[in-house]
């Protein structure tokens, strides 16, 4: 199949997830989905059949014991130390720790796609475990009869405590950010597909792989339609690819919509330049 098919195909199918609600919103094939494009002819089927096999792994460990601290203990078992999933701390900005297949073929990712691995195993064993996006870092919960319980799937599923959380914003800020109650309320479902998808569009951009970055802005607009701030992006990625009417509309709408946006100056700029590119191509 053409590589342009497999393209409109990839396209079609998550344009078909992002248009679910969230109550029926397959957090697992649609993060899978997300490496259609990367990876044409990719089988979200049987990444979801490995997925199952987790879970009913996790299930046979499990046994009779449905305590909180058992079923903690044999998530950890069966992910961490039977399937060996770790976080990749050496090359942590490695596309691939974004794509859902890499991470279940390889064994290793990053905070929110070993986060999102834990949470589907977690749903298919009826294990109520919710996604927190930390600032920098992801991390899951499960709300306890008396506490919730904090865990970080990105260090071998590691208990934590506030104080921990506060560590790991100290690491990654320096000392700037202070922890927030509000830090620790749960994710929805496309909250935490778009993060994957913010997480992936830097990595390209920061790549200077432009094409791909702005293949994952259309995915984050299919989720969030009418996101002012992607649709500028894309029309800066636009200019990057040479599709510049393209992006001289696109940047004409966000400073047309945006209210009192701080970058107009430099928006303006290149809508300057764009309509003299093409005003001399027309």
Do not use: W
């Amino acid at each position: 199949m053409p590589l342009i098919a497999e393209t409109l195909r990839a396209r079609m199918v998550f344009h078909e997830i992002s248009a679910l609600e969230e109550s029926v919103f397959p957090l697992d094939r649609a993060a899978l989905a997300i490496g259609l494009e990367e990876y044409p002819g990719l089988d979200l089927d049987e990444y979801l059949r490995r997925l199952n096999h987790l879970a009913a792994r996790t299930e046979a460990l499990i046994g009779q014991d449905r305590s909180t601290n058992n079923i903690l203990d044999c998530l950890n078992e069966a992910l961490f130390v039977q399937e060996g999933l770790k976080g990749n701390s050496d090359d942590y900005y490695d596309p691939r720790n974004s794509y859902l297949n890499e991470v279940l073929d390889r064994k290793q990712g990053i905070p929110i796609s070993l986060s999102v691995i834990y949470l589907e195993v977690a749903r298919r064993i009826g294990f109520a475990v919710q996604g927190v996006g930390l600032p920098g870092h992801f991390i899951v919960k499960h709300a306890a009869a008396e506490q919730e319980i904090l865990i970080d799937p990105f260090n071998q599923g590691k208990r934590l405590t506030p104080a921990d959380c506060q560590e790991i914003l100290d690491r990654i800020y320096g000392g700037r950010l202070a922890m927030q109650p509000a830090y620790l309320q749960g994710m929805g479902k496309r909250a935490i597909v778009s993060r994957m998808l913010f997480n992936l569009k830097g990595i390209y951009y920061q790549r200077e792989e432009y094409p791909k970055a702005l293949a994952v802005v259309e995915r984050i607009l299919m989720l969030n339609p009418g996101m002012l701030t992607e649709i500028r992006d894309r029309g800066l990625l636009l200019m990057q690819t040479s599709l510049f009417s393209k992006a001289l509309a696109d940047l004409e709408y966000y400073l047309a919509h945006a209210p009192a946006p701080e970058d107009a100056p430099q928006v303006r700029r290149h809508i300057q330049t764009l309509r003299s590119i093409v005003g001399a191509t027309n």
